[in-house]
């Protein structure tokens, strides 16, 4: 082997390495830069406060409550559905049917629809018409569920999620063993009875992944409820399903570009920012960590 | 759920033997495979929903038949096409407002007056290379926004793509394991960086940083805006390439390698041209996310309609446009069909994007390796 291959070759490898170094790189700068933009801002207090001055002082607690109330209410109704679409998916359908094959096709496009577009699907679909003809049809036209509030963003966001609840779900369910199904139904359980009491228990871990990873989505995403629900600014915690709500991603988005001010709240911004990012790294971490495991059991 | 049967009474009949039917076996079935539907439902549903709020604008054309001439009249003395020149950086007048376009915004806004619900703009106009939708003559040209969203689409994946490529062949070709064991989870968690994070950090710190280097003059602009949608597009183009890479059956690269070959000459020339279906479903499903990708183009790009080829100029992109200017519009004015349009557009490119991906792809792929993956 001459000398000038290997020279080729260490300059390729070394290419190659340096373009995986450099996405390392910039991950880690960026939380550098947002922790250390953000950390002097951050405290107990700035948690648990309400914004003051229009915005430029105080805390973010609405933002954070608004988020959480946000991502619960979509649990509840993304983890069942895509849980059972899971269910389905490994269970009852025949993986070469054209059933499946399509369904599994709308997940996945789903899951590469822009997230915009679930906003507007959320104003045409939830807002005009579902809350538009509930109006109509229940309260004589006076204008309730007609207009963006926490319910309808969460149920848009939950559109979103499931897509992820569905593909983690259906990972673990295919790591419980074929035995055990088999030992389940040879008892004489009935198919339901299995999954009821083999299946879903033995993919409890894939439903938390699945329920942490659509959290960490739904919390971080703001297109989807820019027109849905989300407020600039409210003085008072939502308290019913038809108010409007705080969130820490539009926040964010309406401190840094719509404020007259931009620069007196930067620190606020970064603080904010930070808060968002760490909530959504733990989370992503906890669900790395949690399914490398189950791989490994896998395995 | 059945009592224990009965020992030694056991007697298998034609009867015994038959499935018996049991009323939670068929509803649980039924309530699963109904709800099995929802994604293909929900797929639908977006495209109705979506398209029927843009349906108007097709229905208008007929009518608005009748109302050309006066238009065209209005137009020969409004001579606002001028004016929309001149104000061209600032169009906006209720969108994203940042701190470098906010004086010109705040110009434009003096002197166009505003009209809601303006009843002139003409199917024509949606060809035109303005996009003015507040204005007194409104136009909804989508040609502007078309380039801004392929130029910033273009630069993004000039860094995303080869950034990412390169990195997956490190990582399924050279890495050793404990290595493979950090990259891959850390892309993972850029994947689950929020875009909105995203958008600041560009806005706040990249924009300011590239500013330095290259001395132009807007800080927001399709290149801050390009790269800040590459770290979007990267872990996609990573996780895709990446898998396609490691489902080349082992026999090629050994194969290779006993013939002669060095690990990088096997990486570069036998996996890496194996797994190009797989590498060109990634770029394609990247190409989707950028081109969607709402939040950092409404924060990095400056958000101005302009047509040119320059980089460093602000852009304003199709996504964006909604996200803008969907808050404020007027239920059922023209404006607001219209960005449903685009909305539909958008969806209709995606969803075309990821048939292809997976359709074309797959099957090249499969036939390939004889079915042994996908």
Redesign the interface.
């Known amino acids: 082997?001459s000398r000038k291959?290997d020279i080729?070759?260490g300059f390729?490898?070394g290419?190659?390495?340096?373009?995986?170094f450099?996405?390392?790189a910039?991950?880690i700068i960026?939380l550098v830069?947002?922790i250390k933009?953000g950390k002097d801002t951050f405290s107990w207090e700035f948690l648990t406060a309400f914004p003051e001055d229009g915005m430029m002082k105080g805390g973010i607690f609405p933002a954070i409550y608004g988020t959480a109330l946000l991502v619960l209410i979509m649990s509840i109704a993304a983890v069942p559905?895509g849980t059972?679409?899971a269910?389905?998916?490994t269970e009852?359908?025949h993986e070469k049917s054209v059933l499946a094959q399509?369904?599994r096709?709308?997940?996945?496009?789903?899951a590469?629809?822009?997230?915009?577009?679930?906003?507007?699907?959320g104003?045409?679909?939830f807002i005009?018409?579902v809350g538009g003809g509930v109006d109509d049809f229940f309260l004589g036209g006076e204008l309730k569920w007609g207009q963006p509030n926490i319910l309808w963003a969460s149920l848009t966001m939950a559109?979103l999620t499931?897509?992820v609840v569905?593909v983690s779900v259906e990972e673990a369910i295919r790591t419980v063993p074929r035995e055990l199904r088999e030992a389940s139904l040879a008892l004489?359980a009935?198919?339901?009875?299995t999954?009821k009491r083999i299946v879903i228990p033995g993919s409890r871990s894939g439903i938390m992944t699945g329920t942490i990873?659509a959290v960490?989505?739904g919390?971080?995403?703001?297109?989807p409820i820019?027109?849905t629900g989300a407020a600039y600014y409210l003085a008072t915690l939502p308290t019913s399903m038809s108010d409007q709500f705080m969130n820490l991603?539009?926040h964010?988005?309406i401190l840094?570009?719509?404020s007259a001010n931009?620069?007196q709240t930067?620190p606020i911004?970064?603080a904010t920012?930070m808060v968002?990012?760490l909530l959504?790294?733990t989370?992503?971490?906890a669900a790395?960590i949690i399914r490398?495991r189950l791989r490994r059991k896998a395995k | 759920m059945d009592k224990p049967v009965e020992k030694g009474k056991f007697v298998f009949t034609r009867e015994s033997l038959k499935k018996k039917f049991r009323w939670s076996e068929f509803l649980s079935e039924k309530i699963i495979t109904g709800v099995a539907f929802l994604s293909i439902t929900i797929i639908v549903l977006i495209f109705v929903f979506v398209f029927k709020e843009a349906l108007p604008i097709f229905n208008y054309k007929k009518k608005e038949a009748v109302k050309v001439e006066q238009v065209q009249k209005q137009e020969q003395y409004g001579g606002e096409a001028d004016q929309g020149q001149t104000n061209s950086s600032g169009q906006e007048q209720y969108g994203v407002t940042t701190n470098d376009t906010m004086m010109i915004e705040n110009q434009a806004r003096a002197e166009d007056t505003i009209v809601h619900g303006s009843e002139q703009a003409t199917f024509k106009s949606l060809a035109g290379k303005k996009w003015l939708p507040v204005s007194d003559n409104p136009r909804y040209g989508l040609v502007p926004l078309f380039v801004g969203t392929l130029k910033i689409t273009l630069i993004a994946m000039l860094f995303a793509a080869p950034i990412a490529i390169l990195a997956a062949l490190f990582s399924a070709s050279f890495a050793p394991y404990w290595m493979r064991e950090i990259i891959k989870p850390a892309i993972e968690l850029l994947a689950g960086f929020p875009s909105v994070v995203i958008g600041f950090f560009a806005l706040m710190v990249m924009a300011s940083f590239f500013q330095n280097i290259f001395g132009y003059d807007g800080r927001l602009n399709a290149f801050v805006g390009g790269v800040a949608m590459a770290l979007a597009a990267i872990p996609i183009i990573f996780t895709i390439t990446e898998d396609a890479l490691t489902a080349v059956p082992r026999t090629y690269t050994e194969a290779s390698l006993a013939l002669g070959a060095t690990r990088w000459q096997t990486a570069l020339f036998v996996t890496l041209p194996a797994a190009t279906p797989g590498i060109f479903a990634a770029i394609l499903l990247g190409i989707g996310r950028v081109f969607g990708e709402t939040m950092i183009a409404l924060m990095a790009t400056g958000n101005a309609a302009l047509i040119s080829v320059n980089p460093f100029e602000s852009v304003r992109t199709l996504a964006a446009t909604i996200g803008a200017e969907m808050a404020e519009v007027v239920f059922g004015d023209t404006h607001y069909n219209v960005l449903f349009l685009i909305g539909s557009l958008l969806f209709v490119f995606n969803f075309s994007l990821n048939a292809l991906a997976e359709f074309y792809v797959k099957g090249k792929l499969v036939k390939r390796f004889q079915g042994k993956q996908s």
Request: net charge positive.
């Open positions: 082997m291959k080729t070759g390729f490898i290419v190659t390495a340096f373009s995986a450099v996405i390392i910039v991950i960026l830069v947002i933009g559905f059972i679409t269910i389905y998916l009852y359908a399509t369904i096709f709308a997940v996945r496009t789903l590469t629809v822009p997230s915009i577009i679930f906003g507007l699907f104003l045409g679909f005009k018409f559109l499931l897509p569905i004489g009935t198919k339901w009875e999954i990873l960490s989505r919390a971080g995403e703001v297109a820019l027109f991603g539009y964010i988005y840094a570009t719509q931009v620069d930067l911004q970064f920012t968002l990012l959504t790294f989370l992503n971490l790395v490398s």
